[in-house]
T-cell receptor, first 116, second 111 residues
Framework: NAGVTQTPKFRILKIGQSMTLQCAQD?????MYWYRQDPGMGLKLIYY???????DKGEVPNGYNVSRSTTEDFPLRLELAAPSQTSVYFC???????????????FGPGTRLLVL | GQQLNQSPQSMFIQEGEDVSMNCTSS?????WLWYKQDPGEGPVLLIA?????ELTSNGRLTAQFGITRKDSFLNISASIPSDVGIYFC???????????FGKGTLLTVNP
């Protein structure tokens, strides 16, 4: 299994540009999450999904959108990039169909985004 | 919302020393997880705790789920240079499966 994969690894955007951060998992996990990590801070939840076709806002959803058309993929969309969105973005997944590790989240390697 | 207080914020130790860090919450948690993040990488799960009082080891790492369900600690014995990184605690509370993260402990090990 590749686990959780993210693309791109790094991107520079101009203010007002849009882009989609890709995330995929091959562990048959039901739940997927997007976090952002700023220097010296923990991870803040942007959006999450409990299954295909179902998404919900996390702690810091403004300026972002998501979709979940399949179990495997959970892309994050930035429509009008702003300098405040400069951050490192992590995708994670959890909840295999059964087992004790239902709450354990597995993270991708991250996407580093710089908005200038 | 739920908040986690993780301490210390940073530690600078000599190789071979033992390390201890902890997290406390204002509310009861049902699951405690400890992650390590290397520079430029995503967090990697070290230890997962699911029951109050549970003590679990993973090599030189030991973590415990506090009896009150409001705290957890992580110990690293005989530290080595590759232990360097940021350690995060995280937990879920109530019927909420979403993780709340601490702000991390930056560990530096001097060879």
């Amino acid at each position: 299994n590749a686990g959780v994969t993210q693309t791109p690894k790094f991107r520079i955007l101009k203010i007002g540009q849009s882009m989609t951060l890709q995330c995929a998992q091959d562990m048959n996990h039901n739940y997927m999450y997007w976090y952002r990590q700023d220097p010296g801070m923990g991870l803040k939840l942007i959006y999450y999904s409990v299954g295909a076709g179902i998404t919900d806002k996390g702690e810091v959803p403004n300026g972002y959108n998501v979709s979940r058309s399949t179990t495997e993929d959970f892309p994050l969309r930035l429509e009008l990039a702003a300098p405040s969105q400069t951050s490192v973005y992590f995708c994670a997944s959890s909840r295999p169909p059964s087992g004790q590790a239902r709450e354990t989240q597995y993270f991708g390697p991250g996407t580093r985004l710089l908005v200038l | 919302g739920q908040q986690l207080n993780q301490s210390p914020q940073s530690m600078f130790i000599q190789e071979g020393e033992d390390v201890s860090m902890n997290c406390t919450s204002s509310s009861i948690f049902n699951t405690w997880l400890w992650y390590k993040q290397d520079p430029g990488e995503g967090p990697v799960l070290l230890i997962a705790l699911y029951k109050a009082g549970e003590l679990t080891s993973n090599g030189r790492l030991t973590a415990q789920f506090g009896i009150t369900r409001k705290d957890s600690f992580l110990n690293i014995s005989a530290s080595i240079p590759s232990d360097v990184g940021i350690y995060f605690c995280a937990g879920t509370g109530g019927s909420n499966y979403k993780l709340t993260f601490g702000k991390g402990t930056l560990l530096t090990v001097n060879p």
